[in-house]
């Protein structure tokens, strides 16, 4: 397959596609849309930032079009772990589904409740969410799955390892059991391996790269820095010339770093499962239009943030797993665009760290580096600050439709088209429902 028009597809949606300047597949789009196409179970696995939305988007809306949903019962169902991700998907979707008369949802904790049940009362097709609102919304009768024909687990592995599983069995069991099922995930691991083997029949894998891909556009370091230096090393770095997502381990660093950053003159923003959904929207948005340059974030971010242009991922807390260094690097080098993950490495986080890039296939370059040094400057563009507080005022975004609508447009900037991962455009170089529980505190915590 060279182009979409070689698929046998909507010509409305071909025609949607072109307009956004998408005309080429990516290779996880032209090994799976043929099958996927076909009515077959697939099972896709590629690197973060692939273009999987598009994968599975394309054959869902495809197969999907021409049918009228029923109030609350939706016809496809796309589940994602986090609130971030849903939204995302969501948007990247939506102007596509409307090109074929199809209606959109999405759900997911944090917001009303209500209105996102007015939306399903009134109908949609397509329903993007998250495990816990949905069960919310299930246990409220406001929606049921019987009528869902094709579902589509995305980020599948996340979603098992926040703790999602059970929900997600649960929710499987209530679609139609003769419909279509997708799973695309980065990695596949035992637990995922349960869901396919149970829910998806005869599936087609596709595996456009190793579990452990990275991606050639993107260089990998290793700073090695003294605990006495580490902050101010980390505030040259996040006063770049340029945008940076920085990760830490938790809620609480994550604050206090943003408190830091702030107090040094950066202008800096969190992002982490302990922010109200309109605290969250506000970060994205103040980094997205350029009012705050340095976001920090906890793993919630590390998957479903796509922002374009964006070069530089550090690591200010070494990730634990491989796969959390690969979908926290995943943020940058998305479309053929380079970019470079920088991981800062205490003296006592040298053995771990050295075993996790080994495990994820990394081979970093790697210098010991203070602040000021010319080898942190030419690898991360740091900058020393001013030295003069800032703050970040607390403006109100635009009013928006309610998540559950399929015209949510909080952002001014041209929706890019989801025929690269999502929110990208081409021409460029190439409590889960808070319940507690056995659920457990990640997936309290990822913000359902």
Request: zero cysteines; glycine letters at 10%.
């Amino acid at each position: 397959m060279q182009t979409f028009s070689d698929l046998p597809l909507d010509p409305a949606l071909v025609a949607a596609l072109t307009a956004n300047g998408v005309t080429e597949p990516f290779p996880i789009q032209s090994a799976t849309l043929p099958d996927s196409l076909a009515g077959r179970d697939v099972l896709g696995r590629g690197r973060t930032g692939s273009g999987k939305t598009l994968a599975f988007g394309l054959a869902l809306l495809s197969r999907t079009a021409g049918r009228r949903a029923d109030s609350k019962k939706p016809l496809a169902l796309v589940l994602v772990p986090t609130r971030e991700l849903a939204t995302q998907v969501n948007e990247a979707l939506s102007p596509y589904a409307a090109a074929l008369g199809l209606r959109t949802a999405v759900v997911f904790g944090g917001t009303s409740i209500n209105r996102q049940i007015d939306t399903l009362r009134k109908g949609a097709e397509l329903l993007v969410a998250t495990p816990g609102r949905l069960f919310d919304l299930i246990d409220r009768r406001a929606v049921a799955l019987n009528e869902v024909a094709i579902t589509v687990l995305d980020e599948a592995d996340q979603m098992a390892d926040m703790g999602f599983l059970p929900q997600v069995t649960r929710l499987l069991d209530q679609v139609d059991p003769n419909g279509q099922r997708m799973l695309f995930s980065a990695t596949l691991d035992r637990q995922v391996d349960k869901l396919v083997k149970r829910f998806l029949t005869n599936p087609v894998t596709h595996s456009v790269d190793p579990g452990t891909a990275t991606v050639t556009t993107m260089t990998h370091h290793v700073l090695h820095v003294d605990d006495g230096t580490k902050k101010a090393t980390t505030a040259e770095i996040a006063n770049r010339d340029g945008r940076v997502i920085m990760f830490v381990d938790t809620k609480r660093g994550a604050d206090r770093l943003v408190k830091h950053l702030l107090a040094q003159g950066v202008r800096a923003v969190a992002l982490h499962g302990g922010k109200s959904q309109p605290q969250r929207d506000r970060a994205l948005d103040h980094f997205r239009e350029g009012r705050a340059s340095a976001l920090v974030a906890t793993n919630v971010a590390a998957r479903g943030i796509h922002i374009e242009g964006l070069d530089l991922v550090v690591n200010v807390d070494p990730p634990t797993e491989p796969k959390d260094y690969l979908h926290r690097g995943g943020r940058t080098a998305r479309a053929g665009e380079s970019g470079a993950v920088v991981t800062l490495v205490l003296p006592e986080q040298r053995r771990e760290t050295a075993r996790l890039m080994t495990a994820a296939g990394i081979r970093p370059e790697t210098a010991r580096v203070r602040p000021g040094d010319p080898e942190l400057v030419k690898v991360t563009g740091a900058r020393r600050p001013s030295g003069t507080a800032v703050t970040i005022t607390e403006t109100t975004p635009a009013p928006a439709a309610a998540p559950g609508s399929s015209t949510r447009r909080r952002r001014p900037h041209r929706p890019a088209g989801p025929g690269t991962p999502i929110g990208q455009t081409r021409g460029k170089s190439a409590s889960p429902a808070g319940r507690g529980g056995a659920i457990g505190r990640r997936a309290r915590n990822a913000g359902n």
